[in-house]
C-alpha cells in the first residue's frame, strides 16, 4: 500500500431489530455506495458474537468491512457511512446503532475485546472506554450498545492462519416484498444441498427434512447459503429457483459454523457467559412442562452443582441427553442462563459423552429347585418361590448390570436447532481437506434490480 493510500476498517452493529431490517443489509448497501472509491481488502465478515446476550436482535451478528482507499476520499467515505446509517437504521426502542473506523492496524485490544464478546457479556461503558482511549472515530445512536458488536467485529479478523471460517450468501428482496410469504423452491433447495454437499451446509434440517435457509421474520433477506468457498455459494444461487425477483446478494466471510466462541470459552459459571467444561451427572434428566429436559450436573473443575438443560426445540438431541443417568459424564458446550431464582443453568449446544456409567438393578434370586425366578418373603426373610414353595431365608438379591444404549461420543442438535456459530457434523466431514485462503472473486456482490 503507497503513501496515498489510507488502510480502513468499518465495524457496524445494531441497525436492525425483531421487527424489521438487518446489518447485512446496510452493510451491502453501503458496499454499493463506497464500491468505486475503494479496493476491498477483504470480504464484508459476518460476525457471530456471544449468542446468549438477552438484549441481542436474532443471531447477534455484527459486520466488518475493510478496505483501502486514497487519502483524499477518507472523510467523504466515513461522513458518507455515518449519515447513512443514521438514515437506514431500524427505527425502534430497542435498535441502538455504532459504528466504529479503524484506520491501519487492528491494535492488539481491539483483538483482545473480541475475543471476550464471544463469550461474556460486555458492558457498553467498556466499549465506549476503548473508543476514547484509542481515539477512534465513531458514531451511535441511543445508549450505544451497537458499540459493542462494531469493536467486536474489528476485532475479530478471521486470520486463516489462526481461525476457522466459513461463507454466506444473502440474497435480498425488493422493498415491496419485504413482509410477504418468500417464494422460494423447496424442491430446488434439496437438489442444490445434495449436489454439492458437503461443501454447503446447514441448509437442511435432517430431522424434519426441511429447508432452513429462508427466514420467518419482516427483514430483507430473501435466503442465505453457507459454504465453505465462495465460488461454491455462487454455483449455489444458481441452483436456487425463486419466484420473486433478487434485488441484490451479497458473500459473507464469517465465523458461522465453526465453534469459534468454545475456543475461548471456559467452565466458569457467570450469568450470560459461554460455558464449557466437564459435568457429572447427579440426577436422571426428567422433562417438564414444554417438553424441555433438566438434570443436575456437577463442574468437575468447581463442584459446583448447576441445572443443565436440552431445550425442546433440540428434538433428537433432546432424547439423547435423556438416556443420561448419575456418574455419566459429559463436556458440556452451551450458555450461561438464570430461569429459575438464582439456579444457573447451562442451556445444552452440543456435547460429548466421555463416560457411560455401569448402571445396576436388583432382582431377586433364581429358585435352585426349579428354575424360576422367587419373591421376597418379607423384610430380612429372604425369598420364597410361589412355584414349588422352596424357601431360604439367607438369600439376598443379586445386581444385574442394566444394558446402556448411550454411546461415547459428539451429540449436536439438528441444523434447524442450531444456533449460528455452531460447527455442525458435516463440516467435521470436510475440516482437513480445504485450504483456506482468502481470495476475492468476481461478482462477490452485485445488485440486480433498482
Not at 271 to 297: A, M, N, R
Request: glycine share 6%.
Amino acid at each position: 500500500m503507497t503513501k496515498s493510500f489510507i488502510q480502513l476498517h468499518i465495524g457496524i452493529d445494531d441497525t436492525d431489530s425483531l421487527s424489521g431490517n438487518c446489518t447485512t443489509y446496510v452493510a451491502a448497501k453501503i458496499i454499493e455506495h463506497i464500491a468505486n472509491f475503494v479496493n476491498f481488502s477483504d470480504y464484508p465478515r459476518l460476525i457471530r458474537n456471544n449468542p446468549n446476550i438477552p438484549w441481542k436482535t436474532r443471531g447477534n451478528g455484527s459486520i466488518a468491512l475493510s478496505l483501502e482507499t486514497k487519502k483524499r476520499y477518507v472523510e467523504e467515505i466515513i461522513s458518507f457511512i455515518f449519515n447513512f446509517i443514521k438514515n437506514n437504521h431500524e427505527q425502534d426502542i430497542n435498535t441502538n446503532p455504532g459504528c466504529v473506523i479503524i484506520e491501519g492496524e487492528i491494535p492488539q485490544c481491539v483483538k483482545d475485546f473480541a475475543k471476550r464478546a464471544l463469550i461474556s457479556n460486555i458492558k457498553i461503558d467498556e466499549a465506549k472506554r476503548l473508543i476514547e482511549e484509542l481515539k477512534l472515530k465513531s458514531f451511535h445512536i441511543g445508549n450505544g450498545r451497537g458499540l459493542i458488536g462494531a469493536l467486536a467485529a474489528l476485532g475479530n479478523e478471521l486470520k486463516p492462519s489462526e481461525d476457522d471460517f466459513t461463507y454466506e450468501l444473502l440474497t435480498y428482496r425488493l422493498k415491496e416484498n419485504i413482509g410477504k410469504k418468500r417464494l422460494v423452491s423447496e424442491e430446488s433447495i434439496h437438489l442444490m444441498d445434495k449436489k454439492l454437499s458437503p461443501f454447503v451446509f446447514n441448509n437442511i434440517d435432517e430431522e424434519k427434512n426441511k429447508s432452513i435457509i429462508t427466514p420467518a421474520g419482516k427483514d430483507p433477506v430473501l435466503y442465505g447459503i453457507r459454504g465453505e468457498d465462495a465460488n461454491t455459494l455462487l454455483e449455489a444461487m444458481k441452483m436456487v429457483k425463486t419466484f420473486e425477483e433478487i434485488e441484490r446478494y451479497c458473500i459473507f466471510r464469517t465465523n458461522q459454523g465453526t465453534d469459534q466462541h468454545f475456543k475461548f470459552a471456559k467452565s466458569k459459571i457467570k450469568k450470560y457467559s459461554v460455558f464449557k467444561g466437564e459435568i457429572e451427572v447427579q440426577t436422571k434428566p426428567k422433562t417438564i412442562l414444554g417438553g424441555h429436559v433438566f438434570f443436575k450436573g456437577k463442574v468437575l473443575d468447581s463442584n459446583k452443582i448447576v441445572d443443565v438443560a436440552a431445550f425442546e426445540p433440540t428434538k433428537r438431541f433432546k432424547l439423547v441427553v435423556k438416556q443420561l443417568l448419575p456418574n455419566d459424564r459429559i463436556v458440556a458446550f452451551g450458555g450461561i442462563q438464570v430461569f429459575q431464582g438464582d439456579t444457573f443453568t447451562v442451556q445444552l449446544e452440543k456435547m460429548i459423552v466421555t463416560h457411560v456409567s455401569n448402571q445396576y438393578k436388583e432382582i431377586s434370586p433364581l429358585c435352585p429347585q426349579c428354575g424360576k425366578r422367587m419373591t421376597s418373603a418379607g423384610f430380612s426373610k429372604g425369598h420364597k418361590c410361589k412355584k414349588c414353595g422352596y424357601k431360604d431365608r439367607n438369600s439376598k438379591k443379586i445386581r444385574e448390570p442394566i444394558p446402556r444404549q448411550l454411546s461415547k461420543g459428539l451429540y449436536i442438535p439438528p441444523a434447524g436447532s442450531q444456533r449460528h456459530l455452531i460447527k455442525p457434523n458435516r463440516r467435521y466431514e470436510i475440516d482437513k481437506k480445504i485450504d483456506k485462503k482468502i481470495i476475492l472473486i468476481n461478482n462477490w456482490w452485485k445488485k440486480m434490480k433498482n
